[in-house]
């Protein structure tokens, strides 16, 4: 409904028109506005603030806050400034309203900042100037013509006579541009806006697949959701290879034939060329794909398919939420216990979790996917809140992975070396019969500190507390953290002697260093962020491997994500307990589902698969469940050791991060917090301490974490015990609903 005109004492012809802004805004801003420009919730308008211009979206009447920038009492009139424009662009849909509110208030943010990821591409919020195209002007005589000339206007007239772009019918008719000049010149052709390009093909030249009848039980329980146009929330829970995909690409294509659009979240989407590939070959032709990587053409494009309700299925990266689909009907989270979907900074949130969210604004359902699901989605399962579908088996009965432990203490390998002698074999008989393998080791570069042998000097990051990591193959050391470098020095800056540096520990340049002295004949590649370091080179990395043109590759997590190599079936891992360390909440659940996952890489098709673990802990819980393939009793005793202290899901947590240039203004800070803090009522607030990372980018760092009783509304405790104490100039405060990070 568009806004009726509000109180006529003070505004005479215009009305009164709240703008939400993409910033730091307290509030949505009142304007005014012809009742001609028809303006309604959702549309986009250029409008002044201060002395700049800003685009923002009109809101609905009492939201974000419900304060206005404009006084709204009506007592004293106030002059409003004019909306400038109205966009020619499809409105923000209303659910879309809906859930950046609901993530504003869920992770205390400012509406604004959460409306600015729903703007990642304002240059899509114009109008483009049409592409002009080149047709013959009508009837218009001519005397004889080049031969050149005449080629143009044949090709013309065999398109039909629709216009075609200059670089295009140059090519064709095999002609330079300057015969298309002097045709424009003559008279003879004339310059008009390109008919828009057809939207996409027909969905739906779908390969046949005959589903196991698992998988088309599970197929079938969400293709009834979609017929229902409900909210519903289904795990789909299967290892590896199970088929987990093939079910969500039937359910998905049911729901574009139902006329919906879909969005699949995948964690490293920048790194899925082979999951674009297999949809590819499946549907006959891509899907939209978004992610952080696009150019800004790409983005504006894909952006305004959207809006415009034409994209029909999405594959993306988290900010993918945030797209205004019009007709979101079907939405898949792949792989949905990775931590990766939480976003760290900016609008600290859990991608999965404000994915549930959407999926209840807009009534539609929701599938997550996981060979590995994490123990908040397993206990909404168990408990009935979510439905699990499930697929118990490899398709074509291929089998798991072998897991084996390879205990480090018994079986080290030789001094300086990486690979225990166990490993070593495996690899070789690997390699013999012609199959390939990979080593995982999550540490980039080719040492993770490196020190003076003579005078213990250690080489630390300047802004963080953090060892420089040593990148042999750069030649540099470098902070894995803020991405300070410097070049390995010849000498120690400390005592100043010469070839006194050595590396200490393994990364995974080091690591390929020994398997080439191990394995000459083998050719071996390194996939890391540094070697993937975008899209392309991902992929290129996994079309090697897939063809066989790689018989080893060594990686760090980038590696383990969703691919499928016939032709691996081993999988070594270099250090089973370095997700161990550092002990955090979730250390033990992480720890097995990557290592599962990686596991799950080999014997994919009819050859069998091993992974091998080595550990110096091989009697942890963790390890022993890895090794038994006993995944559900080992997340039922973790669920229960979480449930004895009270952490989540059983609990809730909120993590306060605050951080600034001058350590003690910070620890000031957090001091007077911790001296008001709510206690009692469930609530219990440990610190402050120095974070772990108690320097980060040169910024100081303290935390306190809150824990509550479920159920307790924790953010409405901590608005009323923060509001009245905001951080003092040059401190920032930074709060974690739900923290993965304890960093
Ligand atoms: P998951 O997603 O559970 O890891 P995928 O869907 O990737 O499993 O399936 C593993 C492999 O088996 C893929 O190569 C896939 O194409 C194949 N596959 C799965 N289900 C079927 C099916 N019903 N018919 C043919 N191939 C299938
Ligand atoms: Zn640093």
Excluded at 180 to 200: I, W
Excluded at 585 to 607: F, I, K, S, W
Excluded at 623 to 647: K, P, T, V
Excluded at 673 to 695: F, I, K
Aim: contains cysteine.
């Amino acid at each position: 409904m568009p806004f009726v005109g509000a109180s006529a004492r003070t505004v005479e012809t215009e009305i009164r028109v709240p703008v939400l802004l993409p910033y730091r805004l307290p509030h949505v801003y009142d304007y005014a506005a012809s009742p001609d420009l028809g303006l309604r919730p959702g549309d986009y308008v250029r409008v002044p603030l201060g002395r700049r211009e800003a685009i923002g979206v009109v809101w609905d009447g009492n939201a974000a806050g419900g304060a206005s920038g404009a006084d709204r009492t009506g007592k004293r009139p106030i002059r409003l400034k004019p909306v400038a424009e109205r966009l020619e662009t499809p409105a923000m849909p209303a659910e879309l309203r809906a859930f950046v509110e609901w993530v504003a208030g869920y992770t205390m943010s400012a509406p604004g900042l959460v409306l600015r990821m729903t703007m990642s591409a304002p240059e899509a919020l114009r109008p483009v100037m049409p592409a002009m195209g080149l047709r013959r002007a009508a009837d218009k005589p001519h005397g004889r013509l080049t031969a050149k000339r005449q080629r143009v206007l044949d090709c013309l007239e065999k398109s039909g006579n629709l216009p075609l772009a200059r670089k295009a019918l140059a090519k064709q008719a095999g002609v330079g541009e300057a015969v298309l000049r002097g045709l424009l010149e003559t008279g003879l052709l004339e310059a008009t806006p390109m008919a828009e390009a057809a939207a996409s093909a027909p969905f739906g030249k779908a390969k046949a697949v005959t589903l196991s009848s698992a998988q088309q039980a599970a197929a079938e329980a969400l293709e009834a959701d979609l017929d229902r146009n409900a909210f519903a929330v289904s795990l789909l829970d299967g290892v590896t290879g199970s088929g987990k995909t093939e079910v969500y690409f039937e359910a998905l294509d049911h729901a574009v034939r139902q006329g919906k659009q879909v969005l699949v979240l995948l964690p490293e989407i920048a790194l899925s060329a082979q999951w674009l590939e297999r949809f590819e070959e499946r549907f006959g032709q891509r899907p939209a794909v978004w992610h952080s990587g696009l150019g800004r053409a790409t983005r504006r494009h894909t952006f305004r398919q959207v809006a415009e309700g034409k994209a029909s299925v999405v594959v993306g990266a988290r900010s993918a939420l945030f797209l205004p689909f019009p007709k979101l009907g079907f939405l898949v989270v792949d792989e949905e216990h990775d931590p990766s979907y939480k976003q760290e900074d900016g609008v600290i949130y859990q991608a999965r979790d404000m994915a549930i969210v959407r999926a209840k604004l807009g009534k539609l359902p929701i599938v997550l996917a996981s060979a590995t699901p994490s123990i908040e989605t397993l206990r909404n399962a168990t408990g009935g809140r979510y439905r699990r579908l499930h697929l118990p088996d490899r398709h074509a009965g291929a089998d798991l992975p072998s897991v084996r432990l390879i205990d480090l203490r018994r079986d080290p390998p030789p001094r300086g070396h990486w690979l225990s002698p166990i490993l070593q074999n495996a690899i070789r008989e690997t390699l013999e019969k012609g199959e390939q393998a990979m080593l995982f080791l999550n540490r980039r570069g080719y040492a993770p500190l490196t020190l003076c042998r003579r005078c213990g000097y250690r080489f630390q990051c300047p802004a963080c507390t953090a060892w420089l990591i040593a990148h042999k193959q750069a030649g540099r050391l470098l902070c894995h953290h803020c991405g300070y470098s410097e070049p390995m020095p010849a000498t120690c800056p400390a005592c100043g002697v010469e070839d006194t540096l050595v590396a200490c520990g393994p990364g995974v340049e080091r690591l390929k260093e020994e398997a080439a002295a191990l394995f000459p004949q083998a050719r071996t590649a390194v996939m890391t962020s540094d070697t993937a370091a975008n899209p392309a080179a991902a992929a290129a990395i996994v079309r090697r491997m897939q063809e066989g043109e790689i018989d080893l590759l060594i990686g760090t997590q980038i590696m383990a994500k969703g691919h499928h190599f016939p032709a691996l079936t081993l999988v070594g891992v270099v250090d089973a307990d370095l997700g161990l360390a550092g002990g955090d909440l979730r250390a033990g659940e992480h720890c097995y589902q990557m290592l599962h996952q990686l596991a799950g890489r080999a014997g994919r098709e009819a050859r069998p698969g091993a992974a091998y673990l080595q550990t110096h802990l091989p009697e942890m819980p963790v390890m022993q469940a890895l090794a038994r393939g006993e995944r559900d009793a080992f997340l039922e005793a973790e669920a229960r050791g979480r449930e004895a202290e009270g952490m989540p899901p059983f609990g809730r947590l909120a993590a306060l991060i605050l951080s600034g240039t001058e350590a003690a203004a910070v620890e000031r800070y957090a001091r007077l917090l911790s001296r008001v803090a709510p206690a009692g009522g469930g609530v219990h607030v440990l610190g402050p301490a120095p974070a772990p990372l108690a320097m980060l980018r040169g910024r100081h760092r303290f935390r306190l974490l809150v824990k509550a009783a479920s159920g307790v509304p924790i953010q409405r405790i901590l608005h009323r015990w923060l509001d009245p104490s905001p951080p003092p100039a040059g401190v920032k405060l930074q709060i974690d609903i739900d923290p993965y990070s304890f960093l």
